[in-house]
């Protein structure tokens, strides 16, 4: 049973396989252990075999595959931390790089894509959440006001004379402005009934005379200029 277990282990960990080893560099590894699967299109096809920190900013994972996958996995493949399952373990996926790319070598350095810091989208929706609960309270306030007739919309909406005044001051202010068309109406025919008169006709010539003079004025010092 012994020589079974270590068997089974073993060949699911790929330690009776020939292997080589790649990595990448994870500003947050996101609770990835040694020992987590490695897939690639949705197959194991190793472990991860290290993880390392570098600096205070990056952590280095370095990953044991199959030497059988070794031809599918190109230069430009990238490497990422993902779940298996919603609530599974963490595990290294490895995205496929372009079918004319170069095949990668043994301890290469592959792109990654690091993962959502889950922490910081928790925060941000608790924010968000608390933001809406206090607009929501403050407009349940709003509301309540209104309905009892406080503040203006409130008056406005509740009360049945201010609503009637309104109305008769917006039907006031109709009348006045049929009453200025009819009146501006009634001055343009005097002035054009004017314009005809006898005593009148001379005092409108000159003023048109004077306005043509002015006119022709202003063409001929545009003429000047075009000569110019």
Known sequence: MLLLGVFLIGNQKNMFNSTFSVYGIFNNVNGLQVGN??????????????????????????????????????????????????????????????????????????????????????????????????????????????????????????????????ESTVNQAKSTIKTVHKTSATLNEDLKAAQHNFLLKGFFKKKQKAKEDSLKKIQEQQKKLKEQ
């Open 37 to 166: 699967n490695v897939r690639f299109a949705g197959i194991n096809i190793g472990v991860v075999d290290g993880i390392d920190i570098v600096t205070d900013s990056s952590v280095k994972v370095t990953v044991t595959l199959n030497e059988k996958v070794k031809k599918f996995i190109k230069k430009d493949a990238r490497m990422s931390i993902g779940s298996d399952g919603l609530m599974g373990d963490k595990l290294v996926a490895i995205s496929p790089g372009a079918g004319n790319g170069q095949a990668i070598n043994d301890g290469s350095r592959l792109g990654v894509v690091n993962p959502v810091d889950m922490d910081k989208v928790i925060s941000k929706l608790t924010k968000i959440a608390d933001n809406g609960a206090t607009l929501a309270e403050n407009l349940s306030d709003i509301v309540e006001k209104i309905n009892h007739g406080q503040g203006s919309i409130g008056r406005l909406l509740n009360n049945d004379k201010m609503a009637k005044d309104i």
